[in-house]
Nanobody
């Protein structure tokens, strides 16, 4: 069974930084795409960042410049670096990848709580 394992979530103060990690099974590489999505309380799940093999990264509204997605193909990890975080960044962050088998996989999520 394929599992993506997110880590790095936790409590962070407004203006602080946090880096999320998503461990991906090596059998899914090379990835076609990797994403981070989030679901904030009372809101629908939304795209945070997307990295594809054939273009520049795409970021959700107001996130470009604060968040950075990257893929380490040697370590089989997808990262999301979050800087200048705001209380509205609070939510559960989910990693998702399009694997080499052309299937879409999701992780279980990691909670980020930004205190004001």
């Amino acid at each position: 069974q394929v599992r993506l394992v997110e880590s790095g979530g936790g409590l962070v103060q407004t203006g602080g930084s946090l880096t999320l990690s998503c461990a991906v099974p090596g059998s899914l590489f090379p990835l076609t795409a990797a994403e981070w999505n989030r679901q904030s309380p009372g809101n629908q799940r939304e795209l945070v960042a997307k990295s594809t093999s054939d273009g520049p990264p795409v970021y959700g509204d107001s996130l470009k410049g604060r968040f950075t997605i990257s893929v380490d193909n040697a370590k089989n990890v997808v990262y999301l670096k979050m800087t200048s975080v705001k209380p509205e960044d609070t939510g559960v962050y989910y990693c998702a990848v399009y694997g080499s088998d052309r299937r879409y996989y999701w992780g279980q999520g990691t909670l980020v709580n930004v205190s004001s």
